[in-house]
């Protein structure tokens, strides 16, 4: 008896059984802490090459059509950087506030919906519930096809986002932004094309999926093999149903494409995948959009369902009265809570010493 209370394993069980939870908190975080050393690296993103060099033309846009348009040296209200759809919601979210004048979204690929231009691997889906991912439908009066949507409805639904709010013809596409500089009253926007675009506002929204990052593993160099990004996939080579890679053995490097697995151990000769980190699988379970569903979704639909989708993932939004203050140091700590419970920044504080409370938004 007195062996087995003096035992931590035994005392780790009997806190297991105590707590209700059915496992040891601490062994779980030692456990991560460990996988996490594991994959820390001193080199950072040095262990990645960039497509640049021998490699450039892994960063090609396949869905590209050569496009040789006269350098731009016009003057725009407000230019976005990036077409994906953080840069098509500024340009929603301007014409709905009613600014007057040309909005010109520029983007490296060749159209718009950021990553979801870039990566048509096969199999790919949105791992979000569509309803709650997809933004502004309800202002286009669109309900996705599935629950989980396939990246080609999700293009297209890029595609009706700017032709629903008129950022179709000021667009300008295979066009990286090089400079920013402003000029007396104006931003002079320079681009690889040898562009000099004039614009009173400029808005960044580019995003860090575009750029494929290789491996920086031995051998890569030298390497006689077909090989291809995930978000350059090579349909030329594999086929539009992977019928090319019947005779071929394949080797994915990485996890993070890992959809394209069961569609490549499927048609591919043999599959390996060689991963640092597994991915989290689950069953998909997707499923098409109900119509009668649908017929009851009531104005404000989506917004409701994404504060919920929020709220499960995130926790409930919660708010707070900053406390009186007659210095900075105090503003600066109801300024921090707010910032970390993703509330809006507590305003400055009145003549009297009070700050208003904020209102938590996310």
């Given at each position: 008896m007195i062996s087995?209370?003096?035992?931590?394993?035994?005392?780790?069980?009997?806190?297991?059984?105590?707590?209700?939870?059915?496992?040891?908190?601490?062994?779980?975080?030692?456990?991560?802490?460990?996988?996490?050393?594991?994959?820390?690296?001193?080199?950072?993103?040095?262990?990645?090459?960039?497509?640049?060099?021998?490699?450039?033309g892994f960063g090609d846009d396949p869905h590209a059509v050569p496009d040789d348009r006269e350098p731009l040296a016009d003057t725009v209200d407000v230019l976005v950087i990036g077409g994906g759809f953080g840069g098509l919601l500024a340009g929603a979210r301007l014409r709905q506030a009613g600014v007057p004048g040309r909005v010109r979204l520029v983007d490296d690929g060749a159209d718009f919906g950021g990553t979801w231009h870039w990566n048509r691997y096969p199999g790919i889906h949105c791992?979000?519930?569509?309803?709650?991912?997809?933004?502004?439908?309800?202002?286009?009066?669109?309900?996705?096809k599935w629950k989980y949507a396939p990246g080609e409805e999700i293009r297209e639904h890029a595609r009706a986002i700017a032709r629903h709010f008129d950022l179709c013809a000021d667009a300008v596409f295979q066009t990286r932004v090089t400079e920013l500089r402003w000029d007396e009253d104006a931003w002079v926007v320079a681009t690889d094309r040898g562009d000099a675009?004039?614009?009173?506002?400029?808005?960044?929204?580019?995003?860090?999926?575009?750029?494929?990052?290789?491996?920086?593993?031995p051998g890569i160099e030298t390497f006689r093999g077909h090989m291809f990004h995930t978000s350059r996939w090579?349909?030329?080579?594999?086929?539009?149903?992977?019928?090319?890679?019947?005779?071929?053995?394949?080797?994915?490097?990485?996890?993070?494409?890992?959809?394209?697995?069961?569609?490549?151990?499927?048609?591919?000769?043999?599959?390996?995948?060689?991963?640092?980190?597994?991915?989290?699988?689950?069953?998909?379970?997707?499923?098409?959009?109900?119509?009668?569903?649908?017929?009851?979704?009531?104005?404000?639909?989506?917004?409701?369902?994404?504060?919920?989708?929020?709220?499960?993932?995130?926790?409930?939004?919660?708010?707070?009265?900053?406390?009186?203050?007659?210095?900075?140091?105090?503003?600066s700590c109801c300024a921090s809570w707010c910032t970390a419970t993703r509330a809006r920044p507590c305003p400055?504080?009145?003549?009297?010493?009070s700050a208003r409370s904020p209102t938590s938004r996310r």
């Open positions: 087995s209370l003096c035992d931590g394993t035994a005392w780790r069980k009997g806190l297991m059984v105590a707590s209700g939870l059915g496992f040891d908190p601490d062994a779980l975080r030692e456990k991560y802490r460990v996988e996490r050393d594991r994959r820390l690296r001193p080199d950072g993103i040095g262990q990645y090459r960039g497509v640049e060099g021998e490699f450039a791992d979000i519930e569509s309803y709650v991912y997809l933004p502004l439908l309800e202002e286009l009066d669109y309900v996705p675009i004039r614009a009173k506002h400029v808005i960044a929204s580019s995003g860090t999926l575009s750029r494929p990052k290789l491996p920086g593993i090579d349909y030329d080579y594999t086929g539009g149903g992977l019928t090319g890679l019947a005779d071929k053995r394949v080797a994915v490097i990485g996890a993070g494409a890992i959809q394209i697995v069961p569609h490549l151990g499927r048609d591919a000769q043999s599959l390996h995948v060689f991963q640092r980190t597994p991915s989290s699988v689950d069953v998909r379970g997707n499923r098409p959009t109900a119509p009668e569903w649908t017929k009851g979704l009531g104005p404000g639909w989506q917004r409701r369902r994404r504060h919920n989708f929020l709220s499960v993932v995130s926790g409930p939004r919660r708010t707070r009265t900053c406390p009186p203050t007659a210095g900075p140091a105090a503003l400055p504080t009145s003549a009297s010493g």
